[in-house]
Nanobody, 115 residues
Framework: QVQLVESGGGLVQAGGSLRLSCSAS????????SGWYRQGPGKQRELVAI???????TYSDSLKGRFTISRDNAKNTVSLQMDSLKPEDTAVYYC?????????WGKGTLVTVSS
């Protein structure tokens, strides 16, 4: 009964910031690798960032420096701080957790960046 629930999406102006959160249940969260992915209109789902169970982050090269991933094992959450947002960041953002050999996905939250 693993469930991932994203929150924090919405409308933001270009140059602004937004923080997404993902709450996990039904899994020993502290042992998982977690991440954020996104899918824009007409595009494939792409990696935004991942974070290991030990807290080591990995970012898409194009997003590194603007986005920051973090996790709070006490709260069973993984977050994505998004700064200097651009219209091309508009997408549905998905939370994922991995506990070998299974991958789990949230339903996504929409982020719209206006120009």
């Amino acid at each position: 009964q693993v469930q991932l629930v994203e929150s924090g999406g919405g409308l933001v102006q270009a140059g602004g910031s937004l923080r997404l959160s993902c709450s996990a249940s039904g899994v020993t969260f502290r042992t998982t690798r977690s991440g954020w992915y996104r899918q824009g209109p007409g595009k494939q789902r792409e990696l935004v960032a991942i974070i290991s169970s030990g807290g080591t982050p990995t970012y898409s090269d194009s997003l590194k420096g603007r986005f920051t991933i973090s996790r709070d094992n006490a709260k069973n959450t993984v977050s994505l701080q998004m700064d200097s947002l651009k219209p091309e960041d508009t997408a549905v953002y998905y939370c994922s957790v991995s506990l070998w050999p299974k991958d789990y996905w949230g339903k996504g939250t929409l982020v719209t960046v206006s120009s």
